[in-house]
Nanobody
């Protein structure tokens, strides 16, 4: 069982930056690949970024490539999402999720956090 708690969301102006954190419980965090997803009002949840258990592989959705960076610290049981050059269209609830094998599809993930709101004003 893995419990996930996101933090770091908030209100930021376009062009600004935020860093999201996702703290995981349990001793097996380092054996899970982690992902970030987001859901904007009236839209379906979409993949943002994923990282393998070792941190050696990362994947990004096209809209965030070059602006967002996913990373993890297994000693701290935490995964991060650094978001730069934020745009109003990045406004969404951001969720972290855990899976045994790195993936870009939501149904592949077993555990989910409650989400943190990110709002980017123009």
């Amino acid at each position: 069982q893995v419990q996930l708690v996101e933090s770091g969301g908030g209100l930021v102006q376009a062009g600004g930056s935020l860093r999201l954190s996702c703290a995981a419980s349990g001793r097996t965090f380092s054996s899970y690949a982690m992902g970030w997803f987001r859901q904007a009002p009236g839209k379906e949840r979409e993949f943002v970024a994923a990282i393998s258990w070792s941190g050696g592989r990362t994947y990004y959705a096209d809209p965030v490539k070059g602006r967002f960076t996913i990373s993890r610290d297994n000693a701290k049981n935490t995964v991060y999402l650094r978001m730069n050059s934020l745009k109003p269209e990045d406004t969404a609830v951001y969720y972290c999720a855990a899976t045994k094998f790195i993936a870009t599809m939501g149904p592949s993930y077993e555990y989910w956090g409650q989400g943190t709101q990110v709002t980017v004003s123009s």
